[in-house]
């Protein structure tokens, strides 16, 4: 998968929490999820079950720390992918 | 009082003073694939059971909730100089307000495998009752023969407070002599579960129950869910007198209100202006000043809203470093009791102004920086403090919904 594929898979995820519009349509590597989409912080937990479903893949705890914006979003995506 | 690390006023006052946590690990969440394994359940015995309900009560009686909430009740009845007899007259100016966060959830569970299973006459005549949000007030109410408001209010971590506040206003308009107030809370995975799923609680301290707990501490690492019932005795002040009975403290005022999930409110997060707004309105209802205030039963459940909740407290009292009150956390020993929270906390909050003690915040010897920003770390006391004289304590309970109470108790000067 290409980095562009991964960040448009992404995006389709996080949009039904995405609170500002404006930072969703320049989503980009570097986007926070609390701070750039306005995601609640209770949702994320939502966006990495909706994560796992998509890629049918598990996130530990640990990984789900860390997961606070796209970059370290796709890492862990790639890392745990290239595990299965 | 019916906590995690102690059962009953006199081995409470002594947990709390000695630091004694009550969390510990139970392999069924470990079994079950929970993330925190850990949790904090009162350890009541068989023959414990037997000394508050018949029985027959207890034939197919399963709600933890519900039980912690009527031993709570029955003994905060008791220590008040009051008998418990099944056949006494109606007390009609008697009353009670006992929350609960969610209805008998076990009891519930049982009920719904019997009912799928097409044996819904297995269900006995006390489903109904015991999975009844009203259940812990409908219970007390029989045992002590309540006639006044009988009621169970709920308010998610709000619950305890909150029925502390409207049993002082019932007393205070003139509508009940006395009410028993309180919360009380279940336990097990099916109450704990969705908290786990949110990762709002802590999960790296499954190998160490007891340092799971840390409000304030720059490692806290979310909440731990927690259990049981506290009651109150409430009752107005001319009646007190005439029965002679003994007072631990005054209810000097209360308030509550909501943040409407605006500003840095949400379901799951309070607006700190409404947390503020609450703690002055509290404060101007007991018609004291912010600087009477000589402790603080705070809410923090070792989240990362500890330190925003601290930020509430200094701003609302305009009192932040050394002059700031001492503040501490219950849910250190007893984890986060949820719907008893409040009622337990305060019964914590009451014990500490009558003996003139402030029992040890423990596990935040390492004081979050965002926190020791804002207030001098000799505010948090990390040991007992005895013969520390108290005049006024404040507590505070926040729950999901955005909601806030918080309440004011004074010493009563004879």
Redesign the interface.
């Known amino acids: 998968m290409t980095k562009e594929e991964l960040i448009d898979k992404l995006k389709g995820i996080v949009k039904p929490y995405v609170k500002n519009e404006e930072g969703f349509n320049n989503l980009n590597e570097n986007t926070d999820f609390l701070n750039d989409l306005k995601i609640n912080s209770a949702n994320l937990v939502d966006v990495i079950l909706d994560i796992e479903t998509e890629f049918d893949i598990i996130i530990d705890n640990v990984s789900m720390e860390k997961m606070l914006t796209v970059k370290a979003a796709m890492e862990i995506i790639n890392t745990k992918l290239a595990e299965k | 009082m019916a906590a995690p690390n102690a059962i009953g006023i006199s081995d409470f006052t002594n947990a709390i003073k000695k630091g004694i946590s009550g969390i510990r690990f139970y392999q069924e969440l470990k079994d079950l694939n929970f ?1 925190c394994c850990i949790g904090g359940i009162p350890q009541v015995t068989e023959e414990q059971k037997l000394q508050y309900f018949t029985p027959l009560q207890l034939k197919n009686f399963n709600s933890p909730g519900i039980l912690y909430g009527c031993m709570a009740g029955m003994d905060a009845w008791k220590d008040a100089g009051l008998s418990i007899n099944e056949n006494s007259d109606t007390d009609w100016d008697s009353g009670t307000v006992f929350g609960t966060g969610s209805s008998s959830v076990e009891k519930l569970r049982e009920s719904f495998y019997k009912i799928d299973a097409g044996n819904v006459k297995q269900l006995g005549s006390t489903a109904v009752v015991q999975t009844m949000v009203s259940g812990v007030s409908a219970y007390l109410s029989g045992i002590l023969g309540l006639g006044n408001l009988v009621t169970s209010n709920s308010s998610a971590c709000c619950t305890g407070a909150e029925a502390i506040l409207m049993g002082f206003e019932r007393i205070q308009s003139g509508k009940a002599k006395r009410m028993l107030v309180g919360g009380c809370s279940d336990h097990g995975p099916y109450i704990w579960g969705g908290f786990d ?3 709002v609680i802590s ?1 790296k301290h499954n190998d160490d129950p007891e340092k799971a707990s840390r409000p304030m501490s720059a490692t806290a690492g979310g909440f731990v869910p927690g259990s049981g019932a506290g009651a109150l005795l409430l009752e107005s002040l001319d009646s007190a007198l005439d029965r002679a009975a003994k007072i631990y403290g005054e209810v000097s005022g209360a308030a509550i209100n909501a943040g409407g999930q605006r500003g840095s409110g ?4 309070p607006n700190n202006e409404a947390v503020q707004r609450c703690i002055k309105d509290a404060i101007e209802n007991a018609g004291i000043h912010p600087n009477e205030i000589d402790l603080i039963n705070g809410h923090l459940t070792a989240t990362i809203k500890d330190a925003a909740e601290i930020n509430n407290w200094a701003t609302a009292l305009n009192r932040k470093g050394k002059d700031f009150p001492y503040i501490h956390s219950l849910k250190a020993m007893t984890g986060h009791c949820l719907g008893a929270a409040g009622a337990i906390e305060s019964v914590a909050a009451i014990l500490c102004l009558d003996n003139d003690f402030i029992f040890p915040s423990i596990n935040c010897e390492d004081v979050h920086p965002d926190i020791a920003a804002i207030i001098s770390t000799e505010k948090i006391p990390q040991q007992l403090l005895e013969n520390n004289k108290l005049q006024v304590v404040a507590k505070a309970s926040f729950g999901f919904g955005d909601v806030n109470a918080c309440i004011i108790f004074k010493k009563y000067n004879r």
């Open positions: 993330s799923a949110m990762k999960y949400s379901m799951t997060a």
